[in-house]
């Protein structure tokens, strides 16, 4: 059974950065992208960033361009989140997921599998 599993999530002050990790377990075929998500409380679940597994194809939310940058290393089956220049409202549980085939979008999906997520908090 794949298990996605994320870490690094914390609190940091405004400004800062952290570095998320999404490592994938389980998983008896090549998938095709692993992607972030996130949500904050009340809002719904918004696009952050996707990765192909092949690489080449790399897509990020227009609220993190500049700022974040996703990454893989395929030996490890991991994937991960590098967030600069926090600011308060990337405050949100953060979560990976993978998409096995191609069809539809990396924004959209659909997606096949989903970690439990990590909790990042930015203050002022």
């Known amino acids: 059974q794949v298990q996605l599993v994320e870490s690094g999530g914390g609190l940091v002050h405004a400004g800062g950065s952290l570095r998320l990790s999404c490592a994938a377990s389980g998983r008896e075929f090549t998938s095709y992208a692993m992607s972030w998500f996130r949500q904050a409380p009340g809002q719904r679940r918004e696009f952050v960033a996707s990765s192909a597994w092949s690489g080449g194809t790399i897509f990020y939310g227009d609220s993190v361009k500049g700022r974040f940058t996703i990454s893989r290393d395929n030996d490890k089956n991991t994937v991960y989140l590098q967030k600069n220049n926090l600011k308060p409202e990337d405050t949100a549980v953060y979560y990976c997921?993978?998409?096995?085939?191609?069809?539809?979008?990396?924004?959209?999906?659909?997606?096949?599998?989903w970690g439990r997520g990590t909790q990042v908090t930015v203050s002022l």
């Open positions: 997921a993978e998409k096995v085939s191609v069809g539809g979008s990396h924004e959209d999906g659909p997606y096949d599998y």
